[in-house]
């Protein structure tokens, strides 16, 4: 059986590169896109190649990165484009497959081994790619060529801006295990910490742990880590389908002021739910289980979760749900700086209603009535044309 050819397109600075397209004549500057200072989303979320040579990275503070370069040029975020420019790219890759597999937004695993009769091998379909990119959206592209997922986005990683490396299964050894063990697609900080505990610092240092070893310090992870460094990966590429349905549904926000006290929360669960209630509606899907998810004003991360035998697509239930697991588990120890709520164990059929012995359902269905109604105002008049007075 013939190699797989998978492809890894990465846009490289995408969120810079795209601002700029609209900012031409800041092309030679160092420009960060940041988030909101004045509602203290004040981050970088990406920056271009001259404001990364000053060192600025992404995700730290803007101060920080004004520390670093103090003519860094700040320049807000362009989601709408941002998601038109991601859309094109993948129109790209289509003509040369319809295996497109997207890994966020800017990322894309392509699987051209059926393409090789009429667009050649590999590595000329990723310079094929790479120009027409370039030709057509006026941005740079990393392609990342190789037998499997994992080495191809490693791939993508190794040379940046627009650049195509091959990693093949006669020269992987040499140029892949020499790399940090953090370079490893799923090596998070916990696990890169975890791994060099025991002496693991590079790709290569994994092959030579046992499995028990393995096993014993990351779970089924760490085995399956080290089928990876060893070019075991077999994962197929799933090409993204236009009714392909979520796993979960959430929405949060960082507040502009902290939160002090249950109230505030409310609220805002309340404000989240509706979104959630939209979009479960929209995906015919019904919740099972509720996430919670805080970060606390000293920037300590916590989430819950909790599942139901009822499912519902209700904000009110929703809401309701999020908001008494929020109670059990979190007391204000300290302000709240953001807080988020998801819907998740989705199910594409709502599991029936358990009924307790004074017949009564969890699910208030008068209430459920009430949300259908408000469902289908907003569906004709529009999302504001009513709201709940609590959240006005």
């Known amino acids: 059986m013939a190699d797989r050819i998978i492809l890894h397109c990465d846009l490289n600075n995408f969120f810079a590169s795209v601002s700029l397209l609209y900012n031409p004549t800041l092309k030679d500057l160092p420009v960060a896109v940041c988030g909101d200072s004045e509602n203290r989303h004040g981050i970088v979320l990406a920056k271009n190649e001259i404001a990364k040579g000053f060192g600025v990275k992404t995700a730290e503070a803007i101060f920080e990165a004004k520390r670093k370069c103090k003519d860094l040029v700040i320049l807000p975020p362009l ?3 941002y998601e038109e420019y991601s859309l094109k790219a993948r129109e790209i890759y289509s003509r040369y497959t319809d295996m ?10 392509l699987d051209v081994t059926g393409s090789t009769v009429l667009f050649g091998n590999g590595e000329e379909i990723a310079h094929k790619i790479r120009r027409d990119i370039k030709r057509e959206l006026g941005l740079t592209i990393s392609v990342g060529v190789s037998f499997n997922k994992v080495f191809a986005k490693l791939g993508s990683d190794m040379k940046k801006p627009d650049a195509v490396t091959i990693i093949s299964k006669e020269n992987f050894k040499e140029k892949v295990w020499p790399l940090k063990v953090n370079e490893l697609l799923f090596v998070g900080k916990s696990t890169f910490d975890k791994l060099q505990s025991i002496g693991v610092t590079t790709i290569g240092d994994i092959i030579l742990c046992d499995n028990k070893t393995l096993n014993r310090l990351l779970g089924k992870n760490g085995i399956q880590l080290k089928a990876y460094a060893l070019g075991e990966d077999n994962s197929p590429v799933v090409p993204y389908t236009a009714d392909q349905k979520p796993k979960s549904i ?9 939160f002090e006290n249950n109230e505030q929360v409310w609220v805002a669960f309340l404000g989240f739910a509706e979104s959630i209630s939209e979009a479960l509606r929209q995906h015919e899907l019904y919740a099972t289980g509720v996430q919670v998810h805080i970060r606390t004003s000293s920037l300590t991360v916590r989430e819950f979760s909790k599942t139901f035998p009822d499912g519902t697509n209700c904000a009110i239930t929703l809401a309701k749900r999020g908001f008494e697991l929020f109670k059990e588990q979190y007391h204000f120890t300290e302000p709240l700086r953001s807080v988020g709520l998801r819907a998740i164990n989705l199910r594409a059929d709502c599991p029936a209603q358990q009924i307790d012995m004074f017949g009564e359902s969890e699910v208030d269905k008068k209430t459920e009535q009430v949300e259908d109604s408000l469902y289908k105002v907003r569906q004709k008049f529009g999302k ?3 709201k709940r007075g609590r959240i006005i």
């Open 100 to 109: 497109v597999e997207p890994f966020g937004i800017d990322e894309c695993w």
């Open 384 to 386: 504001n044309s009513i």
């Open 250 to 258: 959430g929405k949060s926000t960082t507040t502009s002021k902290d």
């Open 79 to 81: 989601y709408k484009e």
